[in-house]
């Protein structure tokens, strides 16, 4: 299947989702003071890791001492500050929506990132690297990591706060 048809999919999908939202009504996440200021700093941290990422991925994209192509090193460097931004809010404390149920959300996180990961492994071992460089078409790869550290973020997170509990 070509581009043009996952991108429909994804539009479609982001559609119903809007259209469904505004039907029940739903709100968004109230956060209190200390939370606030969290976010704050987390997408402080989110940003500078930005823009350090970026310029090292720059270099080393230019200089070919990274084994992808310039649109993938963006999108990993995106992929990274929604990384940093997603565990430094978890180990903070807010979660921001997974702590309403946080071991179906860390289920699903975990799922999505395995899912990811084995088909980003899995079309490598099929078709290789016939550039030699991994494309857009290998982001399954860094997204599937994206996701299992933020699962395991979320674990080890739960593990220090049952810790904490026992003393």
Same mark, same amino acid.
């Given at each position: 299947?070509?581009?043009?048809?996952?991108?429909?999919?994804? #539009?479609?999908?982001?559609?119903?989702?809007?259209?469904?939202?505004?039907?029940?009504?739903?709100?968004?996440?109230?956060?209190?003071?200390? =939370?606030?200021?969290?976010?704050?700093?987390?997408?402080?941290?989110?940003? !500078?890791?930005?823009? *350090?990422?970026?310029? *090292?991925?720059?270099?080393?994209?230019?200089?070919?001492?990274?084994?992808?192509?310039?649109?993938?090193?963006?999108?990993?460097?995106?992929?990274?500050?929604?990384?940093?931004?997603?565990?430094?809010?978890?180990?903070?404390?807010?979660?921001?929506?997974?702590?309403?149920?946080?071991?179906?959300?860390?289920?699903?996180?975990?799922?999505?990132? #395995?899912?990811?990961?084995?088909?980003?492994?899995?079309? *490598?071992?099929?078709?290789?690297?016939?550039?030699?460089?991994?494309?857009?078409?290998?982001?399954?790869?860094? #997204?599937?990591?994206?996701?299992?550290? !933020?699962?395991?973020?979320? #674990?080890? =997170?739960?593990?220090?706060?049952?810790?904490?509990?026992?003393?």
């Amino acid at each position: 299947m070509n581009n043009n048809y996952y991108f429909v999919l994804f #539009l479609g999908v982001f559609l119903v989702l809007i259209i469904i939202r505004r039907k029940l009504r739903v709100t968004g996440c109230k956060y209190d003071e200390r =939370q606030t200021a969290i976010r704050g700093k987390a997408y402080k941290y989110a940003m !500078i890791t930005g823009v *350090i990422a970026g310029i *090292i991925a720059a270099v080393l994209v230019e200089t070919d001492m990274f084994p992808v192509t310039g649109s993938l090193a963006i999108i990993m460097v995106s992929l990274l500050m929604i990384t940093v931004y997603t565990v430094y809010m978890v180990i903070s404390g807010v979660y921001f929506g997974i702590s309403g149920n946080w071991k179906r959300w860390t289920v699903l996180i975990s799922a999505i990132g #395995l899912f990811n990961l084995i088909i980003g492994i899995g079309r *490598i071992a099929d078709e290789g690297l016939p550039e030699k460089h991994l494309t857009v078409i290998n982001v399954n790869l860094p #997204l599937g990591i994206m996701f299992l550290i !933020i699962a395991v973020s979320v #674990l080890f =997170q739960k593990l220090r706060e049952h810790r904490g509990n026992e003393l």
